[in-house]
């Protein structure tokens, strides 16, 4: 198969898009792909470091009100448009496919416009705006959450999971937390803010630091990888005990999250896949500053089925963090049930069925 996809922005788009291409390689090693991306999206450090051949477009989203800016964005989609036409005649994909993000949709418009056999993922519970604009376009929809299905047209559209599902799941993990400096056979609490960070999740945990370190467990606080020197700020001067590690970014997560006995952290879609594929209990502080609030009902999913926890951003303080994190990672017999209520919502099979599905669509 000849393959084109393009995911861009965040970790959430992109690592998708990875999972599928492992897939693709596994069963079919003779297998060609090309990843169109943006010039300043987190895919542009990330991808070509998985040995797969990156061509990049200048793009950029709407704002709400800033008309010169949005006279600049038409501007680039229409160049982006042009340069992705380009990209297909010149790669000849048998399937274009867009996994999220502005720049797949240049890329995916541009297939269908010719005739190429086009194929999105949406990951969230509710669809984004690429998304929404590209299923009017596309051959063939694909969901990682079951509520999605009725927001697209019902005749192209399957549920097939999140393809970083079965990635996770499918991965022997060989990682060790003495790489970091701390211990294996010590209960570990991983929070991040999905793959760029979050401001208030990074400022309460710092704030916390003082009594994380006095736990019986461990905790890994990783920051994102352009906030990692404002959190060390706020922390100058401040003890940080050998039960906690402060980390910019986690590039080999698969590997490390079978390791993890709990997690604070967003509610990203890719985040969710990989918890429930994996049965990892989790703390959800929703981003409110997403479209239709999606990640608060990508995490009542979770929380439906006791799988995680819920807190509002508004209620995150240390009080709420810490207590939180106590509750489950002080309560063995409660984290194991709630891990086993997650593993039980895990679509450990996503990328052969996405693939499945992309392979019904080429010619
Ligand atoms: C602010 C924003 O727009 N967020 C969206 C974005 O989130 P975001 O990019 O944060 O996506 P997710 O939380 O879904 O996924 C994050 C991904 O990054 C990985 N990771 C994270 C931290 C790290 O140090 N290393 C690492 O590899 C995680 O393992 C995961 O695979 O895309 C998601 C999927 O469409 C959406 O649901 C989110 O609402």
Redesign the pocket.
């Known amino acids: 198969m000849r393959l084109m996809i393009s995911g861009g922005?965040?970790?959430?788009?992109?690592?998708?898009a990875l999972a599928l291409i492992e897939e693709l390689r596994r069963v079919d090693p003779d297998s060609e792909v090309l990843y169109v991306g943006s010039t300043r999206g987190?895919e542009k450090d990330?991808v070509p470091k998985h040995n797969i051949d990156f061509e990049e477009l200048e793009i950029q989203g709407f704002k709400r009100s800033l008309s010169l800016y949005n006279v600049k964005t038409v501007a680039l989609f229409m160049k982006s448009l042009h340069k992705a036409k380009k990209l297909i005649k010149q790669f000849k994909p048998d399937i274009v496919i867009g996994?999220?993000?502005y720049v797949s949709g240049a890329v995916v418009y541009a297939a269908a416009q010719m005739k190429i056999p086009t194929m999105i993922h949406?990951?969230?519970s509710v669809v984004?705006l690429t998304n929404r604009f590209l299923s009017k376009h596309v051959d063939k929809i694909a969901v990682?959450f079951e509520d999605a299905i009725s927001q697209f047209p019902a005749d192209k559209t399957v549920y097939t999971g999140?393809p970083?599902a079965q990635q996770?799941a499918n991965l022997k993990s060989d990682f060790s937390w003495t790489k970091y400096g701390l211990k294996d056979d010590v209960p570990t609490l991983l929070i991040?803010?999905?793959?760029?960070?979050?401001l208030k999740i990074n400022r309460v945990t710092a704030e916390s630091i003082h009594l994380f370190n006095r736990k019986d467990y461990q905790v890994v606080f990783?920051t994102?990888?352009k906030r990692y020197d404002d959190v060390m700020e706020q922390l100058k001067g401040q003890t940080i005990n050998d039960n906690v590690a402060i980390?910019?970014?986690?590039?080999?997560?698969?590997n490390?999250?079978p390791k993890v006995d709990a997690i604070v952290?967003?509610?990203?879609?890719?985040?969710?896949?990989?918890i429930t594929a994996l049965g990892i209990p989790s703390v959800l502080i929703?981003?409110p500053?997403?479209?239709a609030d999606?990640?608060t009902k990508?995490a009542l999913s979770l929380v439906k089925n006791d799988a995680a926890v819920i807190i509002t951003e508004d209620d995150l303080t240390e009080k709420t963090l810490v207590e939180n994190a106590d509750f489950i990672m002080n309560d063995r017999d409660k984290r194991l049930k709630m891990a086993e209520n997650a593993r039980n919502m895990g679509c450990r099979d996503a990328a052969t069925r996405l693939l499945d599905l992309a392979k019904s669509i080429c010619h």
């Open positions: 922005g965040t970790g959430g788009h992109i690592y998708p987190l990330i996994t999220g993000g949406e990951q969230n984004g990682g999140n970083r996770v991040f803010g999905g793959s760029q960070g979050a990783v994102g990888p980390l910019d970014y986690i590039a080999d997560m698969p490390v999250l952290g967003r509610a990203g879609a890719t985040s969710l896949a990989e929703p981003s500053y997403v479209t999606h990640q990508n």
